[in-house]
């Protein structure tokens, strides 16, 4: 892991996993994920932290960057078309930002009608957004979810165009690292998956620092 001072940290947090994380960062401070017992699928939203309604856009990352894998250099652009985030260290190599985030419906599709009930991203993400106000006073619900990246999550897309679940590419240390081009409110769903073999069916913590 790369050093830095760490009287400059603002914020170092442990999330469990099954856990949801909100937190703004603001425009020039650092943001790193690390995966503290590797291939963790930390499934992650962000939105400008001025307008909830300007939010990443996997639509608009994917076109201008030519590519549907994250790594460092890759600008994360918001659905107005200005870059939200750029990922400025990667230690992982790539990223998913279209398998999307599991759910009911999906660990009923991809595991079986039992599994619906077990908890998922989406229920993540939904507690999280009921706590967060809009900057027009309205609480956050549904209706302001997108598609989300999924950080150290191995999707690979085969040549004929399907998705695969693969087992993590990820290892124990290992981070993304983030500059906040703008204000934007985090939102963290830490997968609690455990039906996926990606994360060896044991989903771990992970480690969230902002710094200066």
């Not at 599709?109 to 991203?121: F, L, Q």
């Not at 690979?156 to 993590?168: A, I």
Request: some cysteine; charged content about 25%; proline content about 4%.
């Amino acid at each position: 892991m790369n050093q830095f001072d760490q009287s400059r940290i603002v914020h170092r947090e442990v999330v469990e996993a099954g856990t949801p994380w909100m937190h703004e960062v603001k425009a020039g401070q650092f943001f790193r994920i690390v995966d503290l017992e590797g291939n963790q699928a930390v499934d992650t939203l962000f939105y400008n932290a001025r307008d909830h309604s300007e939010r990443y856009s996997a639509t608009d990352t994917i076109r201008e960057q030519g590519n549907v894998y994250l790594t460092t250099g890759s600008v994360l652009l918001s659905n107005h078309g200005r870059s939200l985030l750029t990922i400025v260290d990667d230690t992982c190599g790539r990223h998913d930002t279209i398998g999307g985030a599991c759910s009911a419906e999906s660990n009923t599709v991809r595991y079986a009608i039992e599994k619906r009930h077990m908890h998922s991203c989406r229920d993540s993400f939904l507690m999280a957004l009921g706590t967060c106000e809009c900057h027009h006073g309205k609480r956050m619900s549904k209706e302001d979810l997108s598609s989300n990246i999924n950080f150290f999550m191995n999707v690979p897309v085969s040549p004929e165009g399907h998705l695969d679940f693969d087992d993590g590419i990820s290892a124990p240390g290992r981070y993304v690292e983030m500059r906040a081009d703008r204000d934007v409110l985090v939102l963290v769903s830490n997968c609690p998956q455990l039906n996926n073999p990606c994360n060896g069916y044991d989903p771990t913590p992970v480690e969230m620092i902002v710094w200066e």
